[in-house]
Antibody, heavy 119, light 106 residues
């Protein structure tokens, strides 16, 4: 069974940092591209970042470029999102998802972790 | 690439046919996926490559379109289909989602 479990969310002050993790199991993690998607309270889905299986290709939304860093550890089947210089508008549920442009889909999703940026 | 879904909300009865459209601001070939999301839950992949049904998704769901205009159709609504639906373009970065269509029970 494929499982993606996010962790690391919480309450942080504006300007602060947080590191999200996504632990996976049940599929060949190292050959899959992985992604972060977020959803602000009561709002729609927003793509945040993507990384290919070898960490050679990395992409970010303009809204997070220069502040967020995506990474992965294939030995641990885990995906990460380092979030710095957090803003109130970064408040959202953050989902990790497997999938790629090449595959044309995001087929597996975690349950999400809530990040709240507030003073 | 901007994706515009219509309508933003749709009220329909069980057994009705529902149609949701997604228009891209530029051509995206057939690189479009549809997701269903229920309150408090993660999105669920329904259709990819514009018209390919994800494994396990009921046959009453179908997708069509290419280029800039796409459609998600549910042929006969069931109680479990009432949810919010999002389209996503996977043609080029930055990737993007439509704003969502909330499908409500009449």
């Amino acid at each position: 069974e494929v499982q993606l479990v996010e962790s690391g969310g919480g309450l942080v002050k504006p300007g602060g940092s947080l590191r999200l993790s996504c632990e996976t199991s049940g599929f060949s993690f190292s050959i899959y591209s992985m992604n972060w998607v977020r959803q602000a309270p009561g709002k729609g889905l927003e793509w945040v970042s993507s990384i290919d299986g070898s960490s050679n290709y990395i992409y970010y939304a303009d809204s997070v470029t220069g502040r967020f860093t995506i990474s992965r550890d294939n030995a641990k089947n885990s995906l990460y999102l380092q979030m710095n210089s957090l803003r109130t508008e970064d408040t959202a549920v953050y989902y990790c998802a497997s999938g790629s442009v090449r595959a044309g889909k995001y087929d597996y999703w975690g349950q999400g972790t809530l990040v709240t940026v507030s003073s | 690439i901007q994706l515009t879904q219509s309508p933003s909300s749709l009220s329909a009865a069980v057994g009705d046919r529902a149609t949701i459209t997604c228009r891209a601001s530029q051509g995206i070939r057939s690189s479009l996926a549809w997701y269903q999301q229920k309150p408090g839950k993660a999105p669920k992949l329904m259709i990819y490559a514009a018209s390919t049904l994800q494994s396990g998704v009921p046959l009453r769901f179908s997708g069509s379109g290419s280029g800039t205009d796409f459609t998600l159709t549910i042929s006969s609504l069931q109680p479990e289909d009432f949810a919010t639906y999002y389209c996503q373009q996977l043609n080029s970065y930055p990737l993007s989602f439509g704003q969502g269509t909330r499908l409500e029970i009449k």
